[in-house]
């Protein structure tokens, strides 16, 4: 198993992601829309959003999930954060039609959030550990803990380890190309957010389009 994760590691700097995604963010839509809609949707089920609740989202994208928890959230806070600034230009395009909403976005890395200890309610992280080197994933984790409130839910989706027929494709282009997917390769968290003290409640499996995807729900004890 480590030989696959040694093969199948991040291979796009941390440097470089923030250029990557300003590249493909005119075309994200659609690929959001075609591969990863069903895991996005039950993303936001699994958060069971309150109405006045602290919400964080990391790696916002182009807003995709973050225009549906900002509806959900119209008298709490709304926290939107990415690398990319061409993503973020995108997911405001989007947010303006929800009129005078209450939300922030900032350009903003993952393992530095500005916020205080234990101020958010949920975190929400769309596709974002999948570009990320195992070595970093704990620091990440660590950071998102920090900023949960006790008994916070932490909602993950990445791009997963493909587990039926065909979904074993995008980690072949990966291991070709990883800048054709985005930087993106399939990785598994639920041991990882164990081992860094969250309680996991919920795993599945999704795929679309042959792309598979995890939607991981736990929590800060």
Known sequence: MQSLQQKLDARVPQSEIGQ?????????????????TRARNRTLE????????????????????????????PHGHNFGVDLSKGMLAKAEQRLRTLGQANYTLKAETAFDLQLEDETVDTLVNNYMFDLIPF??????????????????????????????????????????????????RGVKLSAKLQEHGLVVDVREYHQQMLFPSEVIRAYKP
């Open 20 to 36: 990557v995604y300003d590249e493909i963010a005119s075309v994200y839509n659609l690929w959001g829309t075609l591969t990863e």
């Open 46 to 73: 699994l958060a069971e959003i309150q109405d006045g609740q602290q919400i964080l989202e990391v790696a916002v994208g182009t807003g995709l999930a973050f225009y549906e928890i900002v509806k959900r959230n």
């Open 135 to 184: 070595k970093d994933m704990g620091r990440i984790l660590q950071e998102f803990k920090r900023v949960l409130k006790k008994s916070g839910k932490l909602i993950l989706v990445n791009m997963t380890e493909g587990e039926r027929w065909g979904s074993q494709i995008y980690d072949w282009l990966y291991d070709r190309s990883p800048r054709l997917m985005g930087g993106c």
